[in-house]
Nanobody, 125 residues
Framework: QVQLVESGGGLVQAGGSLRLSCAAS????????MAWFRQAPGKEREFVAA????????YLEESVKGRFTISRDNAKNMVYLQMNSLKPQDPAVYYC??????????????????WGQGTQVTVSS
């Protein structure tokens, strides 16, 4: 069993930045591909970014390319989401997720086995 705990959410002005962190425990962190999803009120949970178990491959949803960066530190069992140039469409609860590592990336929430409790991101205009 893997436990995931997100932190770093908050209120930021449009155009500002936030860095989300996700601490993992209870498993061999390098055995898992990691991802961030987000869910806005009344909407489905959607894929934001993923990073392979090795950290050498990352994938970003089209609307966040050039603004968000996902990374991981396997020595610290941490995954990060650096969010820059935040826009009014970015507010949501952001969730960290883990799935057993594969050779291909996954963007569907059903493909992830473990989830954190989420951290709220709010953007003021």
């Amino acid at each position: 069993q893997v436990q995931l705990v997100e932190s770093g959410g908050g209120l930021v002005q449009a155009g500002g930045s936030l860095r989300l962190s996700c601490a993992a425990s209870g498993g061999t962190f390098s055995s898992y591909d990691m991802a961030w999803f987000r869910q806005a009120p009344g909407k489905e949970r959607e894929f934001v970014a993923a990073v392979a178990w090795s950290g050498d491959r990352t994938y970003l949803e089209e609307s966040v390319k050039g603004r968000f960066t996902i990374s991981r530190d396997n020595a610290k069992n941490m995954v990060y989401l650096q969010m820059n140039s935040l826009k009014p469409q970015d507010p949501a609860v952001y969730y960290c997720a883990a799935a057993m590592r594969r050779t291909y990336y996954r963007a569907l929430k059903r493909e992830y086995d473990y989830w954190g409790q989420g951290t709220q991101v709010t953007v003021s205009s």
